[in-house]
């Protein structure tokens, strides 16, 4: 899922990045609010990772994610 797409989606998201990430609190998703940055930089700060795992883990959410968003798409279109 493409950078633009989780900022447009990022209300219903959210509830996925706190499943994911559960040290993050509310007030950290709505700084997020959306910014691949921010979601790095909130994960490297409460969970003590380094940034290019903090970095590694959002790229396979956001990989899971698409994977997701495909395999609905096919269903519907099957449908």
């Known amino acids: ?3 633009d797409r989780i900022k447009g989606q990022w209300k219903q998201l959210k509830g996925k990045v706190k499943t994911q990430w559960g040290k993050l609190t509310d007030d950290d998703l709505d700084v997020i609010a959306g ?3 921010q979601l ?3 994960i ?3 969970y ?5 795992e903090a970095q590694r883990q959002v790229d396979e959410w956001n990989r899971t994610l698409a994977e997701e968003e ?3 798409q096919e269903l ?3 449908s």
């Open 40 to 42: 790095v930089g909130r």
């Open 48 to 52: 003590g990772f380094e940034k290019e």
């Open 76 to 78: 519907r279109r099957a």
């Open 1 to 3: 899922m493409n950078t």
């Open 44 to 46: 490297q700060e409460r």
């Open 70 to 72: 495909e395999r609905e």
């Open 35 to 37: 910014q691949k940055d």
